[in-house]
């Protein structure tokens, strides 16, 4: 085997390779190499990801969409959503991070749509990044479809500081945490309240205390897309506002026969009373914080609601002038015009007795939900009887929520998550 080695260069050959190089030297200035050195690197343009991606099907309406940014920070996120009949729901708002390089939805989508995701984010230098993603979310199912019953506050209304939200929902809700977590309530003075549960239908927001005065209260139940059970979805996302009042609390002692009516902290009208006469347990009016609920006039009063027959001796039947409902175990603050011992004694099957004159002024003068505390009965109002809601102290009531958390309603958000609990 022959081995090879490089051949070394002559002395010529190495003298002529450096004079090459110093022509080449000289004829590169240098100008030409300061400007390269100090000439800046491009800067590596936002990179933006989507999630759910792109092209995905039959995605679970409570998956947060989110954003991110890698290298750049994102300026703007626009999701729109092609709803089932034509419409088109561009409301979704989000969440950013503190240096905003993600941003997560808020709310859940809504099912049975096409989802068009649309997020832009810049890098230092400004330059924007665009990224677009499309996917549809899972159709809902028939008898399967959470939808709102009944919600007691009218839209536009003026009501009492002690109103309560009721929202009564036609399927049970399991995931109560989720459901809650989607309802939001905004009061333009600083409160604390939360939601809880009376069954698996009815939910109850209430402030820990009574609502400051002279305010507007929002409620935007963002419930499209909620699993209130397995494969169960809430369908409509619902908003209204109300008006809160003037402060008019009422106090009635059982034992003074007696009633006060505050009105933004001042007296303005007192009454005599009678209240139940107590020889039975359904004759016993009940203690405790009673909100008014409803207003009627020839009103019919009747003890065979408490299952008195028309036989019975003890039966009775009247129709009385002015009447507002403050449980519903058959209590009201009515008029009595045959009752000739207001203010003397307690002869009524249990609601509150007034005279003609007294018991319109009340009438008139209340909102629904203003507070009725009435003392010194042996028989409590219950949480469930009517909107006896502000007999459940407010550690309890925060507590007893499905969140566990109060909600601050001057701040927006809710406290938990509508969305999809891995």
């Not at 050195?37 to 759910?52: L, R």
């Not at 002038?321 to 009595?336: D, K, M, Q, T």
Request: with cysteine; glycine share 8%.
């Amino acid at each position: 085997m022959t081995l090879r080695f490089p051949r070394r260069p002559s002395a010529a050959l190495c003298a002529a390779a450096t004079v090459v190089l110093m022509a080449v030297s000289a004829c590169s200035s240098g100008g030409s190499n300061t400007d390269l050195a100090n000439e800046e690197p491009d800067v590596a343009a936002a990179e933006v990801t989507i999630t759910p991606a792109d092209g995905g099907t039959e995605i679970r309406p409570d998956s947060p969409v989110v954003v991110s940014a890698d290298k750049g920070k994102i300026t703007d996120v626009q999701v729109e959503q092609k709803l089932s009949g034509g419409k088109t729901d561009e409301s979704m708002t989000g969440t950013f991070n503190d240096d905003k390089t993600e941003w997560t939805s808020d709310w859940t989508l809504h099912p049975g749509s096409d989802v068009t995701v649309t997020a832009t984010a810049e890098n230092s230098e400004g330059k924007s990044t665009e990224a677009i993603s499309e996917f549809s979310t899972v159709p809902p199912v028939e008898g399967q479809r959470l939808e709102i019953e009944t919600i007691n506050v009218e839209p536009g209304s003026t009501v009492g500081v002690g109103m309560p939200i009721i929202v009564d929902f036609d399927l049970p809700v399991k995931n109560k945490a989720q459901v809650e977590a989607a309802m939001e309530v905004s009061s333009e003075k600083p409160a604390e309240g939360a939601w809880n549960w009376f069954g698996d239908e009815i939910a109850v927001f209430r402030p820990t205390e009574y609502w400051e005065p002279y305010q507007k209260v929002t409620v935007n139940l963002n419930l499209a897309g909620v699993a209130a059970s397995e494969g169960v979805w809430g369908i409509e996302n619902r908003e209204f506002e109300f008006e809160v009042g003037r402060e008019q609390i009422t106090t009635i002692d059982e034992d003074a026969h007696h009633m006060t009516v505050e009105r933004d902290g001042e007296v303005v009208k007192e009454f005599p009373v009678s209240l139940g006469m107590a020889t039975q347990r359904k004759y016993t009016t009940t203690s405790g914080t009673h909100l008014t609920m409803a207003f009627h006039t020839d009103y019919r009063m009747s003890n065979d609601t408490l299952g008195v027959s028309k036989d019975d001796p003890n039966y009775y039947e009247e129709f009385v002038e002015y009447a507002v409902r403050i449980s519903n175990s058959g209590e009201f603050l009515h008029s009595a015009t045959w009752n000739y011992q207001l203010g003397e004694a307690n002869t009524s099957h249990g609601c509150i007795n007034m005279s003609l004159e007294d018991s319109r002024w009340f009438y008139e003068e209340s909102l629904r939900g203003d507070p009725v505390d009435i003392t010194g009965t042996d028989r409590p109002l219950e949480v469930d009887n009517g909107w006896g809601y502000w007999q459940r102290s407010a550690e309890d009531w925060v507590s007893m929520s499905a969140t566990g958390e109060a909600d601050d309603t001057s701040e927006p958000g809710t406290p938990g998550s509508p969305h999809h609990q891995q």
